[in-house]
């Protein structure tokens, strides 16, 4: 199936400065690009998505960057809050049916 | 609108006793999932259907089977739980065309 790596697996940053969060993936018929968020004991909430025919979207202070021909794509907090504190999870939606794969996390850690 | 519900919250089993976790929603959606999730890997697709009347694998159907009961309702079956099966176990949904998951709240489960 398709695999997609994410890194860091862990990131601590000081409130007010960015995170950056990257995956890299192999399947270049993947077009759809999500991101979700999961607070401690919580279920994984969509946070922001790409597809593969826009290289950047944003939302007040979140955004997300595609690169096709490289293949991967990132996450970009700015002015990170303690409530950012979470679990970030990318995935990615193949050519095949809608069958989302997801990278294996980043924890984040904002220190106030 | 409930959203996506799962019972039960926890669970503990003894190795090979058997249980269904249940699943439903709310939101007339296509598609169902069933994920696993384990520390350091993310999520992992168990079974998911298209839609009623339709199941395929996914990454790790092993030891599970599932039944879409309707469009509403998708249910996991565990008939000879293993140790290796301790996990958090989450249903999603997807409306077709939307690629957007929508999550349970989880069921946390212990095999002993």
């Known amino acids: 199936g398709e695999n997609v790596e994410q890194h860091p697996s862990t990131l601590s940053v000081q409130e007010g400065d960015s995170a950056v969060i990257k995956c890299t993936y192999s399947?270049?018929?993947?077009?759809?690009f999500p991101w979700y968020k999961q607070e401690l004991g919580k279920r994984p909430q969509l946070i922001i998505d790409?597809?593969?025919?826009?290289g950047e979207k944003k939302d007040q202070r979140i955004a997300v960057t595609l690169n096709k021909t490289a293949k991967h794509f990132s996450l970009h907090i700015t002015e990170t809050q303690p409530e950012d504190s979470a679990v970030y999870f990318c995935?990615?939606?193949?050519?095949?049916?809608?069958?989302?794969?997801f990278g294996t996390g980043t924890k984040l850690q904002v220190i106030p | 609108n409930a959203g996506v519900t799962q019972t039960p919250k926890f669970q503990v089993l003894k190795t090979g006793q058997s249980m269904t976790l249940q699943c439903a929603q709310d939101?007339?959606?296509?598609?169902m999932y069933w994920y696993r999730q384990d520390p350091g890997m993310g999520l992992r697709l168990i079974y998911y259907s298209a839609s009623e009347g339709t199941t395929d694998k996914g990454e790790v159907p092993n030891g599970y089977n599932v039944s879409r009961l309707n469009k509403r309702e998708f249910s996991l079956r565990l008939e000879s739980a293993a140790p290796s099966q301790t996990s958090v176990y989450f249903c999603a949904s997807t409306l077709t065309g939307s690629n957007e998951q929508f999550f349970g709240p989880g069921t946390r489960l212990t095999v002993l």
């Open positions: 995935a990615l939606l193949g050519g095949g049916y809608q069958k989302v794969t």
């Open positions: 790409i597809r593969s025919n826009v």
């Open positions: 399947d270049s018929a993947s077009n759809y």
């Open positions: 939101m007339n959606h296509n598609s």
